[in-house]
């Protein structure tokens, strides 16, 4: 069974700095996705940013970037230039890729920007 | 495209009270996924579909739960009777089953009494 833990129930920074959160998983596949979700208090969860294991490239998208260490499991999310929008619930989740897709979560990390 | 539609967005009952949540996937999409949020146990998978068929329920917690998808564009999940300990956020997700992007609808926050 795959399981997935987030050791920061919640971070606080101010506007502007940078921010990671971490997350660790484990399992035995060795193909599988990993994702991070966004639940702000509308409670909407939106994918931030995946990766596929058999890509060493960390995943990018604008001000979000991972740190992917397979050999570890370990993904990080950083948040660039942090914003008040960012503010949050943050999962990593993960998902294997042949048979059941269904998604695993961490039990999350509440981000507060401050301004 | 108007995304994951749940309904209703909340729901309030009484213990003994019959619920049924409903949801309607992205259209063309394949997989279904019904998901529970609440705080001791975070987000946790009830049961997916593909292709409307159900193809694993063991998330489901009793024989009060039961999940139903007669067409590729709507689902229920039924619970009855309902206990208090129901009361959550309850989701429904969508992908193309090979994209593994799952996408959410805004969720239903059960209240039981």
């Known amino acids: 069974a795959q399981t997935v833990t987030q050791s920061q129930p919640e971070m606080s920074v101010q506007e502007a700095e940078t921010v990671t959160l971490s997350c660790t998983y484990d399992?035995?596949?060795?193909?599988?996705?990993l994702f991070w979700y966004k639940q702000p208090p509308s409670r909407q969860m939106i994918l931030v940013i995946r990766?596929?294991?058999?890509?060493?490239q960390n995943a990018t998208e604008n001000r979000f970037s991972v740190n992917f260490q397979k050999a570890a499991k370990s993904f990080s999310l950083k948040i660039s230039d942090s914003q008040l929008g960012d503010t949050a619930m943050y999962f990593c989740?993960?998902?294997?890729?042949?048979?059941?897709?269904?998604?695993?979560f961490g039990q999350g990390t509440r981000l507060t920007i401050n301004p | 495209d108007a995304g994951v539609i749940q309904s209703p967005r909340h729901e309030v009952t009484e213990m003994g009270q019959e619920v049924t949540l409903r949801c309607k996937p992205i259209?063309?999409?394949?997989?279904l996924f019904w998901y529970r949020q609440t705080m001791m146990r975070g987000l946790e998978l009830l049961i997916y579909f593909n292709n409307n068929v159900p193809i694993d329920d063991s998330g489901m917690p009793e024989d009060r739960f039961s999940a139903k998808m007669p067409n590729a564009s709507f689902s229920t999940l039924k619970i009855q009777p309902s206990e208090p300990r129901d009361s959550a956020v309850y989701f429904c997700?969508?992908?193309?089953?090979?994209?593994?992007?799952?996408?959410f609808g805004p969720g239903t926050r059960l209240t039981v009494l």
């Open positions: 399992t035995s596949e060795s193909n599988y996705y």
């Open positions: 990766q596929e294991a058999y890509k060493q």
């Open positions: 997700a969508s992908s193309f089953r090979g994209l593994n992007e799952q996408f």
């Open positions: 989740a993960f998902s294997i890729i042949q048979g059941a897709q269904k998604l695993v």
């Open positions: 259209s063309g999409h394949n997989s």
